[in-house]
């Protein structure tokens, strides 16, 4: 090759690199969407709106996280649109077990427990049946021989079907024999006003959605918690079990990403859940939830749901 057309390569190169575009890498180029299947105001949206300024920090860089409310069909429409994104790292979300595993159990749904891929578990949280004070049934022996009588005639609101609310009335029916009214709504920030208006009876949500949206409320009382002991954040509340019903239903919520994920991204964003779980100024400022975390690394977790589905499958038949 002649000396011109060296010089000639050479000048195309170097300003093929100055015109070329800049790339950031991971995840400086872009915003993360942090995707919540449930309304604003549930347990599962104000946990992902405590993480985020901590976990950009944690990730370090110029990360930005944007949180992406995606309620409806208990958790599906969310968990579906965060399996069908680009596994690049900008696309991740909450999954809410049990009910992630349990509604492909009973129904076609539209994405696979694999077509996800877990980072990190942030919380597992118990089940509490809360009742106005006002209400005429404040006992669940009480509501049980109340339903007894006379067969659905008390509501129980719940973040909608398939999720551990809902499981925990459809155990509450298997065990005690009785039938309740099963009302449905898309997260636990929804049917607060309903409950407090007086348009269900009951309401089902985790301990730190009570403490949450309830705890300064004088007219809202809770019930049990669906747990074999008495949970440390509301001491005076009794288990289900001191009245005979061996029932435990809890919503742990995990963070996930498409199934694709690669590992570096997935490990980076998984030590950054750790180091923020730890942080004790994030400890404080989830004070509601503070005794319901319990960070679990996404491979344990996965594993950890084939014994969920076991426990799962006495409930199938009563969806169906």
Not at 175 to 190: H, L, N, S, W, Y
Not at 225 to 238: D, F, G, R
Not at 280 to 288: E, G, H, L, S, Y
Not at 297 to 318: N, W
Request: include cysteine.
């Amino acid at each position: 090759m002649s000396l011109r057309k060296v010089k000639a390569c050479s000048a195309a190169v170097v300003l093929s690199v100055l015109c070329a575009p800049s790339f950031a890498a991971w995840p400086d180029d872009q915003t993360i969407e942090l995707v919540v299947g449930f309304a604003p105001g549930g347990g599962t949206d104000l946990m992902a709106r405590a993480l985020v300024p901590f976990l950009e920090k944690k990730l370090g860089g110029k990360a930005r996280i944007v949180v992406v409310n995606k309620p409806g069909a208990g958790g599906e429409i969310s968990t579906t649109y965060l399996a069908r994104a680009k596994p690049d790292g900008y696309t991740v979300g909450f999954i809410n077990v049990p009910g992630f595993v349990f509604i492909p159990m009973y129904k076609q749904a539209t994405y696979k427990t694999d077509d996800v891929r877990i980072i990190a578990r942030v919380v597992d949280d118990p089940a509490v049946l809360m009742v106005r004070d006002d209400g005429k049934f404040k006992t669940i022996p009480s509501i049980i021989e109340a339903l007894k009588k006379d067969p659905k005639s008390l509501s129980f609101a719940t973040s909608g079907r398939g999720t551990s609310g809902h499981q925990a009335l459809l155990k509450i029916e298997a065990a005690a024999k009785v039938k309740g009214t099963d009302i449905p709504f898309k997260g636990a920030g929804e049917f607060k006003s309903a409950l407090i208006g007086g348009h269900v009876d009951f309401a089902f949500a985790s301990v730190g959605e009570y403490l949450a949206g309830y705890g300064n409320m004088k007219n809202i009382i809770p019930v049990a918690v669906m747990n074999p002991s008495k949970v440390s954040a509301i001491p005076n509340v009794p288990s289900v079990y001191e009245y005979g019903y061996k029932i435990r239903v809890t919503s742990e919520r995990a963070i996930a990403g498409p199934k694709a994920l690669p590992d570096d991204i997935a490990n980076r964003f998984q030590q950054a859940i750790k180091d923020t779980i730890a942080d004790p100024a994030f400890v404080a400022t989830v004070k509601n939830d503070a005794a319901v975390l319990a960070y679990m690394p996404g491979a344990e977790f996965t594993k950890s749901l084939e014994l969920i589905r076991e426990e799962l499958k006495p409930l199938v038949a009563a969806m169906q």
